[in-house]
């Protein structure tokens, strides 16, 4: 199960030296460490301080060797190896002084090896019988040895404040190994080593329990650890595994890679990958620690029907409960016609399951009425990207960070949302690389450990387009254009013109200010660094939903890209425009054609040729209409012209803005059929459930925000009896339409047949190289294209386009003064139906709203007290987090739980070209809640009630026949 372990990372050299270890000739890259090039010969030589995650340390004196023509004992970790070396690793000097140091290691060590958690996978007993160690001439712990007991740590008390993780500081051996990677791979420099000397030990910030330390539980340190100091809990209870799994979390969109350690088909611990390429070994605390939801006794594993909201669930089988739903579908349509039934595909869900909800709607119920919840989120970078690039997606891998000198983020937060890229991200600014942040909060990018923002730019919520072109305004008069990329690659007429429109004198950053709020010389300042791009002339653009979720969404990533083509920051390593994806298939349920206008690979439906294509495979007649969007559904729903919904993996009632307005929508329709693990909030709404299955239980792949397709392994049978691929397929058989795929990659090789991105994706193929990247095809490297617009752009050329700035609907007023803007924290995960069934909420256990001092003090609000949050939707309660990260006249707020009812203040705004909610821009006021007063608004009372009704009514399931 373990991989090999070299050591010290990895050399990116292209010139290679020859040396002789142990008699074998070695070729290795110049600047290899004599460790890793041991390893590369296949010898092993005894380390405990070092691994090939971290920069060599050279501390625990183990791996010393011997080099012909030099005095002394070096260790290999830290001396690289030279041209015509002649290296020893054992000797009967050599291995007395390792024996020698393991001895003064276990004195102060406790010897329970049979007991201890870490019995079988631990480095500290392994080498000390690889050096031979038979005895302790200085005792252990409290025994006396010629009279004299020595110095010890085997009483110090364990923290096991962390719900994931123990510490156990009896049993560290000072290696720094965890404090490193702590420093160097998370970057978060929570631990430290306290004391000097004997008195040495890691300390979690000022020698605190790990819980109120800044540590952020993303497991390096755990993973580092050679001992049981650090040690999963899972692991102290279950023992340690005996075979692992390749897969990929089901979090957010870095698509990190994982080894499902396993006993039998339990899950003992969740690994990072180190040959994953999005994370290189790497974690957050969701995908390391917060999987238990898989096994959560809240799981839904029966199918159940009911014919109203208001009655008993009755559990039936598969059959009868598929066969119920079509029944349904067909007898809706035939009642209201083909249109009146659609359905929802997830971006949690793999590829292979959302291509066949598509395929479903438009073949078997004959209408193009489907939609993701991508609609929400990243709409509009795929309008966007696709009108001014020519497709829809980000530009570079992750990696491609390590050769940026000028990160520009935009309506991002990393270190919350894409926490693993965040550390890529960490690691090269602390390397020198200047960082840029547009966001109306103070981020944690913006000043945190080792790292500062050149530049802030802190505009107003609703103003981004504002911004961009002011900042296009810089480059185009201070003379920062790159002439020869445009010449050659982007179109003369549309860059003219656009050159002409930000060249006004009303785009400068002057004359923008009291629009956007941000100074003038600090908009200069921010498009110079861009521009000029570092010592390189690399700089990337990064950005998140605060760019998507307004009502300019699509203009503003239009406007992103026309800076990055205006600098020539497009088709490179260390350039791009790069959106950060949210959740773990986001991007793959947009690849797979679950827009109303699309077919997979976004050819649109009008188009006779593809068209034609399709409709030949699934023999099948596909209208050239497109169909209705996730809003359009709903709006049709109250008009009564919508009645019947198939919702696969998503939860619209609680992440679609204007909650109540969705809730009446469901609410209006004949027939909710949800396939999901929980009764969720749209579960409360349906009339059929289909138990859903985990990415544990999954077959299939993901698509990554790099355009990564990772494979995602089952380790663990559907707890319902059928994956969800196998239930659509049935829904599809029930409702007349043959489906009869045997293997989830059988519907991939379809996906493949049929869409020229995808020509080249198979299991075989990914399973063989580790990952693959769309474009995959003939005319792409076997393992697909790593940049994109290398040469030329997809559309053939670069296309710019005018950026009017257009003020939000959302406008402050005398009755709603502030603007409330919302996003997630680290623990926590959309709207929390995975993460909250975990002990993530010891971190995050509600939402609160953030404000300003001046904003609290004018409103006599304090800390934590609870305040009323209104807008012209909707009303609810919230405890409050008075801090300067917002701005005055900002208040900012998370989603992830059900009862703080965050999207009954969201509005119905949205992006004029997709329809993605305007979340970032509500107009609201803030009032203090009395302590005598109820601390629920009226919606969250009505809230509560339904809820608790509906889950009595599941309780209260009746079992078919």
Known sequence: MKDIDHGTPAVACSETVTLRIDGFDVTVPKGTSLMRAAVEAGIQVPKLCATD????????????????????????????AEAGMTVRTQSPKLQQLRKGVMELYISDHPLDCLTCSANGNCELQTQAGVVGLRNVRYGVGETNVAGVTGRHHLDLPQDTSNPYFSFDSSKCIVCNRCVRACEEVQGTFALTISGRGFEARVSPGMNEPFMQSECVSCGACVQACPTATLQEKSVIELGQPEHSILTTCAYCGVGCGFKAEMKG??????????DGQANEGHSCIKGRFAWGYATHKDRITQPMIRAKISDPWQEVSWDEAIGHAAAEFRRIQAEYGRDAVGGITSSRCTNEEAYLVQKLVRAALGT?????????????????????????????????????????????????????????????????????????RRIELVDSPHIHAEVHLQLKPGTNVAVITALAHVVVTEGWVNEAFVTERCEPKSFAQWRDFVARPEQSPEATAEITGVPAEAVRRAARLYAQGGLSGNSAIYYGLGVTEHAQGSTMVMGIANLAMACGMVGREGVGVNPLRG?????????????????????????????TLFESAWDVTIDPEPGLRIPNMFDAALDGSFKALYVQGEDPAQSDPNTQHVAAALASMACVVVQDLFLNETAQYAHVFLPGSSFLEKDGTFTNAERRINRVRQVMPPLAGLADWEVTQKLAQALGYPMAYRHPSEIMDEIAALTPSFAGVSFDKIDRLGSVQWPCNDSTPEAGTAIMHVGHFVRGLGRFFITQYVPSDEKITRRFPLILTTGRVLSQYNVGAQTRRTANSAWHGEDRLEIHPLDAEERGIQDAEWVSLESRVGQTMLRARVTERVQPGVVYTTFHFPESGANVITTDSSDWA???????????????????????????ADHEHFSQVQHKLLDERTHGA
């Not at 995650?53 to 690289?80: D, H, N, Q």
């Not at 960070?401 to 690691?427: C, M, Q, Y």
């Not at 997979?600 to 068209?611: A, C, F, I, K």
Request: charged residues 20%; glycine residues 8%; aromatic residues 6%.
């Open 265 to 274: 088909t339990q899950v003992v611990r969740m690994v990072p990958w180190k």
């Open 583 to 611: 959740q773990n298939n986001v991007q793959g349920s947009c690849d797979m054609g679950s827009f109303p206008h699309e077919l997979p690979g976004y050819r649109h439906v009008s188009d006779t040729t593809v068209r």
């Open 53 to 80: 995650m971290l920069e060599p340390f050279g501390s625990c004196r183990l791996c010393l060797v011997e080099i012909e023509g030099r005095k002394g004992y070096p260790a290999s970790c830290t001396t690289p």
């Open 368 to 440: 193009n009425n489907v939609d993701t919840c991508a609609r929400v989120c990243h709409s509009p970078t795929g309008y966007g990207l696709g009108q001014t690039f020519g497709t829809s997606a980000g530009t570079q891998t992750f990696k491609s960070v390590e050769h940026t000198d000028v990160a520009l983020v935009i309506g991002a937060n990393p270190s919350e949302g894409h926490p693993v890229f965040a550390s890529r991200l960490k690691k090269r600014l602390r390397q020198g690389a200047k960082l840029i942040v547009i966001d109306p």
């Open 914 to 940: 997709t329809n993605c909610p305007e979340y970032k821009v509500t107009a609201v006021q803030i009032a203090r809640v009395m302590p005598s007063a109820a601390h629920r608004s009226a919606w969250q």
